[in-house]
């Protein structure tokens, strides 16, 4: 597929914050591209560039054959941006809403009815058309955010953390609109710090650190190196009695984290050692209330490259 978005060597600082740092990326057509990262990555600056709202302060951006620099308004007219903030008026219908925002992104009289009608079927929210957002829940209001961007039918979405603060039906109810927009032919960017947003629907995942892309691929590519590790976390009732000198000696053992009540190991799952884990967690005085295992994942990752979670 062709590359429809390409970023070269993009740079922005806030006073003495270098938010984004010699980013480099491209994103093919088509493509659903996941831009995970911590709070503070520069995912947000790095969006607010890519929607002409924000001036970089150097580097090159080419989006649908068009110059970020030169062609400003080339570039509105083939986005649609979704917010971190919520962009909607809170006192005119949701109808109303998803009318004036394709209006404003040139949609002609002839075509306003019907774009609008499929922007709120697409979002779940045609029936609820007439009402004010001021009635809608969180994840409602999210919905219609995406159903003002998308009325105007872009060929390329920029989201901004769309789901950030909502129930998991609204949380899943957008990530399918996501894909089936996809499905239709747009390309789309998504900017998140849940991991299983990006795990569930990105073709692609370029992860974000200090303002750089510190890693990129398909889950899978960046997962590899990781298929043989896992993590047990036990609950256990003390841990007083327990050093991590005795777990390190575990043949697979790599990493332990020993807190108040519960104590993490990170082992390679093909030495099939879980028995002798237990036990000795046993014989140390850690009575078990229950544990739990993890394969590796983004999140791993994504500890791996920065010794950073991503979320707190
Ligand atoms: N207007 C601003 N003035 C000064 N510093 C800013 C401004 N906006 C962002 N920053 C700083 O730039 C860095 C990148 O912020 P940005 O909002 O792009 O990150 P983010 O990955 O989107 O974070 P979050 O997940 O919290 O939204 C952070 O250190 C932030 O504090």
Redesign the pocket.
């Known amino acids: 597929m062709p590359v429809t978005i390409s970023v070269h060597n993009l740079k922005k600082c ?2 003495n ?1 270098q ?2 740092n010699n980013l480099s990326f491209t994103v093919s057509k088509g493509e659903i591209v996941g831009i995970l ?10 969006i607010n560039i890519l929607a002409t709202v924000l001036k970089p302060d150097s580097g090159k951006v080419i989006i649908a054959g068009h110059d970020l620099q030169k062609e400003k308004m080339q570039i509105k007219r083939v986005i649609g941006i979704v917010p ?1 903030d919520l962009a909607i008026y809170e006192e005119i219908s949701a109808e109303k809403n998803v009318r004036f925002f394709a209006s404003l992104y040139g949609v002609s009289e002839a075509h306003l009815s019907a774009q609008v009608q499929t922007a709120l079927k697409s979002v779940g929210l045609y029936d609820r058309r007439k009402a004010k957002p001021k009635t809608f829940s969180g994840g409602m209001k999210r919905r219609l955010n995406i159903a003002c961007a998308i009325a105007h039918q872009p060929d390329i979405i920029i989201m ?2 769309p789901t950030v603060g909502i129930d998991p039906q609204s949380r899943n109810h957008i990530l399918e609109t996501i894909v089936a927009l996809q499905e239709k032919g747009a390309t789309i960017i998504y ?1 998140t ?1 849940y991991m299983e947003e990006v795990e569930a629907i990105a073709d692609r995942v370029l992860i ?1 650190n200090d ?1 750089a892309v510190i890693a990129s691929g398909t889950t899978q590519e960046l997962c590899k190196g990781f298929e043989n590790q896992i993590t047990y976390s036990f609950q256990v009732d003390t841990t007083k009695f327990m050093k991590e000198s005795i777990l390190s000696q575990i043949i697979g053992v790599k990493e332990i984290a020993i807190k108040e009540n519960t104590i993490q190991v990170v082992t390679d799952s093909k030495k099939n050692n879980l028995n002798e884990i237990i036990s000795i967690l046993i014989s140390n005085g850690c009575n078990l209330q229950s544990m739990n295992s993890e394969k590796a994942s983004l999140e791993t990752v994504f500890l791996t490259l920065t010794g950073k979670k991503l979320r707190d």
Do not use: I, R
């Open positions: 806030y006073h914050v938010a984004v990262g911590p709070n503070g990555a520069g995912k947000s600056t790095t971190q901004d953390e900017s710090h974000l303002g």
